[in-house]
């Protein structure tokens, strides 16, 4: 009898702490019940692997609290993490981001690795890691040793995490090579050039491709979909390479590598991108725009935008995922402190006027405004958005994309705009004066209008303006305020923990501190939950202007942007930096997260 199925597993649970006596004769006398139980549970789901539960499975299933905690439950982890204790192995919580899916699904079978629950999961020094569910199973470590003639490493990891990374890693594995099997099949005796590559080869006659209805191609794509949501990716990128395709997520800001695929499959997998998203398949030589919206296990659908462009090694795509649930936020949970949020209340709600959000590229400029349409939509109000492209589409506003090959462009669309009989005017960007003209005149005429623009602060959002051809009076007449801000990084809070920094080593590097001594801080150690980076999410730092009479007066006279910065500070502003050091002294973000973001 393997070790996970014995009693001597819940004497090792009550001596390490995480079970009690009573828990003990609870599970000894319930056990058998359970068992049956669990059974019949996978028996109907036809669930063959899961028929036979260990007692690790009937352990959990009973939802016990650990001992001395608030409320911890027993769950599959912290028993696995016991055993690692008692066996003197490591832990190892299975991260997809950080395998390599060669190592995974070339060095065991699939059955086997099922089999055994027993997985590769990385290679160092020559020494092959495997991560394996029974602790007793050496024999099993020393088949591989001979197989693969390298010396073998265990660590101890949970049965969910290692049937998860076989079923998704073995699985996509599956689909890629029988994708990459078929091309080899259809261009058996010619050697097959990428003829997306800009790479220059000469030849009379190129291979012919395979299909992107191939049902191989339709799993990977899906999977490669499945996973991105999975892990709360913005974007996903799919890059060729001279010998590979990369696939990459942006995950909270930073770009993971996730896959090397054989690049012979890069066609495949971008033409049944492009087949989706309703592009000309056939048309390499020319960047593309589209999008997808695809339905999530039946809860929401979520809209892709995708977008395609020629490069070294053929076509890259770019697709970004746009989930309601962080599009439309609630705008009391967006970061705003509470003078912030009360000035912006107050421009939201005015009858008319124009209000800027301005931020570089990835400053969350979209979340913001759509929430706030969405905050402000009414059935008695008219919402119309010009945008480049529409980014989510949503039925209470009157959504119209630009189309410059057609004429219709942000300056072309507003002068017809009015006639719809709006009552708030979204504008996706304000890029050149007749843009701004056009804004500035619906503003005139009644109407609340919302618009873009990339500059580096608030403040500067005036100069701009008049840079593009503005008379200073007609900003003056018409603008409310500016809103610039960005996204920091939020501490993990699993692993969130308190750290002491020097008082006068803050007020160096400008953190408002006051006296000698330490200041408590808050950081994140990193772990499972945020893959060792101690951060998980991100939140809005806000610069909000407002226009007062006196910063009204100054535009008119051409006033500088830094005296009038001046001004709005002594009237209240919180710049960029003040409000990313009061997210840090709050424990939200960190001090390097606030330097790295606000600048030096």
């Given amino acids: 009898m393997k070790f996970l199925n014995s009693d001597a597993l819940l004497d090792m649970l009550v001596r390490h702490g995480v079970m009690n006596v009573k828990q003990r004769q609870f599970i000894t006398l319930e056990k058998g019940k359970q068992r049956q139980k669990l059974i019949k549970q996978a028996q109907k789901a036809r669930v063959a692997e899961k028929a036979n539960p260990d007692l690790v499975d009937i352990i959990v299933s009973f939802q016990m609290q650990v001992p001395g905690t608030k409320g911890e439950i027993l769950d599959e982890e912290t028993i696995m993490r016991v055993v690692s204790k008692e066996h003197d192995l490591p832990f190892k919580k299975l991260d997809p981001l950080d395998l390599d899916m060669d190592i995974v699904t070339k060095t065991i079978p699939r059955n086997f690795a099922i089999k055994q629950l027993i997985l590769p999961v990385g290679m160092q020094d020559g020494v092959l890691e495997v991560a394996i569910y029974h602790p007793d199973h050496q024999a099993v470590l020393t088949d591989i040793e001979q197989a693969n003639?390298?010396?073998?490493?265990?660590?101890?990891?949970?049965?969910?995490?290692?049937?998860?990374?076989?079923?998704?890693?073995?699985?996509?594995?599956?689909?890629?090579?029988?994708?990459?099997?078929?091309?080899?099949?259809?261009?058996?005796?010619?050697?097959?050039?990428?003829?997306?590559?800009?790479?220059?080869?000469?030849?009379?006659?190129?291979?012919?491709?395979?299909?992107?209805?191939?049902?191989?191609?339709?799993?990977?794509?899906?999977?490669?979909?499945?996973?991105?949501?999975?892990q709360r990716a913005s974007d996903i990128h799919i890059e060729p390479k001279r010998e590979v395709t990369m696939i990459r997520f942006r995950i909270d800001g930073a770009l993971h590598t996730i896959y090397k695929l054989p690049k012979a499959v890069h066609s495949a997998i971008t033409s049944r991108v492009k087949f989706l998203a309703r592009l000309d398949i056939a048309e390499k030589r020319r960047p593309q725009d589209g999008r997808i919206k695809i339905g999530v296990k039946g809860e929401k659908d979520v809209e892709i935008r995708v977008s395609t462009v020629p490069v070294s090694f053929g076509e890259k795509t770019v697709?970004?995922?746009?989930?309601?649930?962080?599009?439309?936020?609630?705008?009391?949970?967006?970061?705003?402190?509470?003078r912030d949020l009360s000035v912006y209340n107050s421009f939201i709600n005015s009858p008319h006027g124009i209000v800027l959000v301005t931020g570089p590229t990835g400053s969350g400029k979209s979340t913001t405004l759509y929430s706030t349409l969405k905050k402000i939509a009414t059935p008695e109000k008219n919402i119309v958005t010009v945008e480049d492209p529409v980014e989510m589409v949503y039925e209470e506003f009157n959504q119209i994309s630009v189309q410059p090959l057609i004429d219709v462009t942000f300056s072309t669309i507003l002068r017809n705009i009015l006639r719809q009989d709006p009552d708030i005017i979204m504008i996706g960007e304000i890029r050149d004066k007749d843009t701004a003209a056009q804004a500035v005149q619906a503003a005139m005429t009644g109407h609340l209008v919302f618009s873009t623009l990339h500059t580096n602060d608030a403040v500067s959002s005036i100069i701009r303006l008049q840079d593009l051809g503005l008379q200073p009076f007609m900003i003056a007449s018409t603008l409310l305020g500016c809103m610039a801000q960005r996204l920091v990084k939020t501490i993990c809070p699993e692993c969130k923990t308190t750290v002491e920094a020097d008082s006068q080593e803050l007020a160096r590097i400008g953190f408002p501190s006051a006296g000698s001594g330490t200041v408590t801080l808050s950081k994140g150690e990193g772990?499972?939950?945020?893959?060792?980076?101690?951060?998980?999410?991100?939140?809005?730092?806000?610069?909000?202007?407002?226009?007062?009479?006196?910063?009204?007066?100054m535009t008119v006279e051409g006033e500088s942007g830094e005296v009038m910065r001046q001004v709005a500070i002594r009237e209240g502003m919180t710049t960029l930096r003040e409000d990313a050091w009061a997210k840090v002294k709050a424990g939200i973000t960190t001090i390097e997260e606030a330097i790295r973001v606000t600048g030096e």
């Fill in 527 to 553: 772990c499972r939950h945020c893959r060792g980076t101690g951060y998980r999410g991100r939140c809005g730092i806000f610069e909000i202007f407002p226009t007062s009479s006196a910063i009204k007066r």
């Fill in 149 to 230: 003639q390298v010396k073998v490493r265990p660590c101890i990891s949970t049965k969910s995490d290692i049937r998860r990374i076989v079923s998704e890693f073995f699985g996509f594995q599956k689909s890629i090579s029988a994708a990459e099997d078929h091309i080899g099949v259809i261009s058996q005796g010619s050697a097959s050039v990428d003829i997306g590559n800009l790479e220059r080869y000469v030849k009379i006659s190129s291979a012919k491709e395979i299909t992107s209805s191939d049902q191989h191609i339709k799993t990977a794509v899906n999977h490669i979909f499945n996973y991105a949501l999975e």
């Fill in 319 to 338: 697709m970004r995922i746009l989930d309601p649930d962080v599009i439309f936020q609630d705008v009391n949970q967006l970061g705003f402190s509470r």
